[in-house]
């Protein structure tokens, strides 16, 4: 009985999310103020039903309710509890029910943290996030009903994907939809905005925290996704440009473009046009996204092949919220404020230039991911487009994008001085060139790629200590009145520190970690040893055991290096019964600044075993630079001008609509 009210609790909150998106409109026209509260009210309700029936699905995984199809074929009472519950989101059903939630939590957190907003845009913007709420819960009640039941109820379930029973698959998903689903948030403020006709400072600052919120989110995301990539599949490799793994890059990289636009926004109302229409494009990346995934024309290790109905519902919703946004943006876009002017050097120009690459870096992974899919539609013809696609088109323009965030920070505002920019950087400009020099030196074969991302790195995370330098008078005051000027800068100030010197960070991880990689992939047998990376590997055999829901094969394998320690590590090959597959899983010995890798292949018949070894330099400074990144953007969170609760003395009256007052 408990899944029916489930499931009615879900059709409620689909009637509650048509309430919220119309009649709130409705009353922002009419300046009726009941109405437009109605929507703070509504989107509350819609979140706690939603919340409510995603606990009851849930509920029905931890019990192993077998009556429920989703439950049946996606779980077993042999899986260890944690995966029951991850498992929730590891079908296409649990999928988009995670989705509607993170949709209808960004709803509630307005509704609680906006009163300050003018009643109108508030009313609007919840309404257009109830408009989309309805979208979505049609999809799921109409086509990917998650409390459909079977009757008789099975005894047994099929089992989890097992590649998907894995820690990092726990978490994975809630960061990676919170970021994805979260831009919807700054599309309903763009779509709110557009209909208002004004766009300012103000705007920008409501905007600014719920994207810098969804970057974060969607960072975090994609970092840990990388990192069970790189030690779940065995294949040694952390990313592969995989059309899934794209999916959520694309609206990363727009919605680090927005950020930064928005910011010029608050700080000098210009490129208003510029702002909303990035904040269109990234919540529709986020849905073509979801349609690549959930639609069933790609076949992946993160996709669920679904039926042709479900795809053509999904594309029709992005075509109506992206189509719906841009046509209003191109009928109302016209009439927004133009902004204020500002030399090409200058801090916008820079922002302007690091936005334009940015998005144009997004452009060639559109490309490279969608050209295979629309050559197949309109020709049959099978395309395959790989990493050297990627790499050969993404890297040289992404390559300026981060000379000139290094740059946009130090320039003035309006008109800058690039000479004077330039000589502030001058110890950033001296590393830069004696890093890839340093290396050059003790490895005369290293790939000139490889000495100009060390340099970029290098470029990066020296640009933003001494740009910190400089804002405390470093080398320039005593060192008490550096340190206190210092402590008093702003934290945002610190957050894009932290987050910048991150991305350089992640750079030096990327690029030692491709050009420097060893490996070795060797048919081995008990006692055998084996080279790699100046350390021995000795191969003492294989064990089998039955563990939890799997069968296991342990391979047990000592690491001897001169002064070091001997140690022992265990690669394993997994075979789960009930699902009838097998998985890799991974040993890794790492000290921070290389990771030794170790993945058991197959056995060969004969006693022996196929053993992958990979020595990665720097590859954990990939995950750490991920880190420092969204740890920048939660630093930024905190300061008190990027608060999302605003007080009121800080809304403009000329953002406040005749005849409304801020609640």
């Known amino acids: 009985m408990i899944v029916e009210i489930g499931h009615f609790a879900l059709i409620l909150a689909l009637l509650v999310a048509l309430v919220q998106g119309t009649l709130p409109l409705l009353g922002a026209s009419l300046r009726s103020r009941p109405l437009m509260d109605l929507a703070s009210s509504a989107a509350l309700l819609q979140f706690g039903l939603v919340a409510f029936a995603f606990a009851v699905f849930m509920h029905a995984h931890i019990v192993s309710d077998f009556s429920v199809r989703n439950?049946?074929?996606?779980?077993?009472?042999?899986?260890?509890?944690?995966?029951?519950?991850?498992?929730?989101?590891?079908?296409?059903?649990?999928?988009?029910?995670?989705?509607?939630?993170?949709?209808?939590?960004?709803?509630?957190?307005?509704?609680?943290?906006?009163?300050?907003?003018?009643?109108?845009?508030?009313?609007?913007?919840?309404?257009?996030?109830g408009l989309l709420g309805f979208g979505t819960l049609a999809f799921i009640i109409g086509t990917s009903n998650p409390f459909a039941r079977l009757i008789p109820a099975p005894l047994e379930g099929r089992d989890l994907n097992p590649l998907l029973q894995d820690p990092g698959l726990a978490f994975h998903p809630p960061f990676l939809y919170f970021g994805y689903v979260?831009?919807?948030?700054?599309?309903?403020?763009?779509?709110?905005?557009?209909?208002?006709?004004?766009?300012?400072?103000?705007?920008?600052?409501?905007?600014?925290?719920?994207?810098?919120?969804?970057?974060?989110?969607?960072?975090?995301?994609?970092?840990?996704?990388?990192?069970?990539?790189?030690?779940?599949?065995?294949?040694?490799?952390?990313?592969y440009w995989d059309p899934v793994e794209n999916a959520s890059f694309m609206p990363w990289l727009l919605g680090t473009a927005l950020l930064h636009s928005a910011a010029v926004v608050e700080k000098r109302e210009t490129l208003q046009r510029w702002t909303v229409l990035l904040a269109i494009l990234t919540f529709g990346m986020s849905l073509i996204g979801t349609f690549l995934v959930r639609s069933g024309v790609l076949t992946s290790v993160h996709s669920f092949a679904v039926d042709p109905t479900r795809g053509v519902f999904i594309l029709v919703l992005v075509a109506l919220v992206i189509g719906a946004g841009l046509v209003l943006y191109?009928?109302?876009?016209?009439?927004?404020?133009?902004?204020?002017?500002?030399?090409?050097?200058?801090?916008?120009?820079?922002?302007?230039?690091?936005?334009?690459?940015?998005?144009?870096?997004?452009?060639?992974?559109?490309?490279?991911?969608?050209?295979?899919?629309f050559a197949e539609v309109t020709s049959g013809a099978k395309l395959s487009v790989g990493p050297q696609f990627f790499d050969a088109t993404f890297v040289p323009i992404l390559a300026p994008a981060i000379v000139a965030m290094v740059i946009a920070p130090v320039l003035a505002w309006r008109r800058g001085n690039l000479r004077a920019a330039l000589h502030r950087l001058l110890p950033a400009l001296l590393g830069a060139l004696l890093a890839p020099a340093a290396?050059?030196?003790?490895?005369?074969?290293?790939?000139?790629?490889?000495?100009?991302?060390?340099?970029?790195?290098?470029?990066?995370?020296?640009?933003?200590?001494?740009?910190?330098?400089?804002?405390?008078?470093?080398?320039?005051?005593?060192?008490?009145?550096?340190?206190?000027?210092?402590?008093?800068?702003?934290?945002?100030?610190?957050?894009?520190?932290?987050?910048?010197?991150?991305?350089?960070?992640?750079?030096?991880?990327?690029?030692?970690?491709?050009?420097?990689?060893?490996?070795?992939?060797?048919?081995?047998?008990?006692?055998?040893?084996?080279?790699?990376?100046?350390?021995?590997?000795?191969?003492?055999?294989?064990?089998?055991?039955?563990?939890?829901?799997?069968?296991?094969?342990?391979?047990?394998?000592?690491?001897?290096?001169p002064g070091s320690e001997p140690l022992t590590l265990y690669p394993e090959r997994r075979w789960y019964p009930v699902a009838g597959s097998q998985t890799t899983n991974t040993a890794i010995a790492t000290n921070g600044f290389g990771d030794l890798y170790l993945a058991l292949g197959d056995p060969d018949g004969h006693g022996g075993w196929v053993l992958r070894a990979y020595y990665n330099p720097l590859v954990p400074w990939i995950w750490f630079g991920a880190i420092l990144a969204a740890l920048g953007g939660l630093v930024s969170l905190t300061d008190r001008r990027l608060r999302v609760r605003l007080p009121a003395a800080r809304v403009s009256p000329a953002t406040v609509p005749a005849g409304s007052a801020d609640s």
């Open 182 to 239: 979260g831009f919807s948030i700054t599309y309903s403020f763009a779509v709110a905005a557009l209909i208002e006709g004004r766009i300012g400072a103000a705007w920008a600052r409501w905007v600014r925290p719920w994207t810098l919120t969804a970057w974060c989110g969607l960072t975090i995301g994609i970092a840990m996704g990388s990192w069970w990539a790189y030690y779940d599949l065995g294949w040694g490799g952390w990313w």
């Open 439 to 561: 290396v050059l030196a003790f490895h005369r074969a290293a790939p000139p790629a490889a000495l100009a991302g060390i340099a970029l790195a290098a470029w990066a995370m020296l640009g933003v200590l001494a740009d910190l330098a400089d804002r405390s008078g470093l080398a320039k005051q005593p060192l008490g009145t550096a340190w206190r000027r210092l402590r008093h800068l702003p934290r945002g100030t610190w957050g894009y520190t932290i987050a910048h010197f991150g991305i350089g960070v992640l750079i030096a991880g990327i690029v030692v970690s491709s050009a420097w990689r060893s490996e070795r992939i060797e048919t081995v047998h008990a006692g055998d040893r084996l080279e790699i990376a100046g350390r021995t590997l000795r191969f003492v055999g294989v064990t089998e055991a039955d563990v939890a829901n799997y069968h296991a094969q342990r391979a047990e394998i000592v690491v001897e290096r």
């Open 71 to 129: 439950v049946f074929e996606n779980s077993n009472t042999a899986k260890p509890m944690l995966y029951k519950v991850t498992g929730v989101w590891g079908s296409h059903e649990g999928s988009m029910m995670l989705w509607v939630l993170m949709l209808t939590l960004f709803g509630g957190l307005v509704a609680v943290l906006g009163r300050s907003l003018p009643p109108t845009l508030r009313a609007r913007t919840l309404a257009i996030q």
């Open 330 to 373: 191109a009928f109302r876009a016209a009439g927004l404020e133009t902004g204020n002017p500002f030399a090409p050097v200058s801090r916008e120009g820079a922002l302007v230039l690091n936005n334009l690459l940015i998005c144009a870096g997004m452009a060639t992974v559109f490309l490279g991911t969608f050209y295979p899919l």
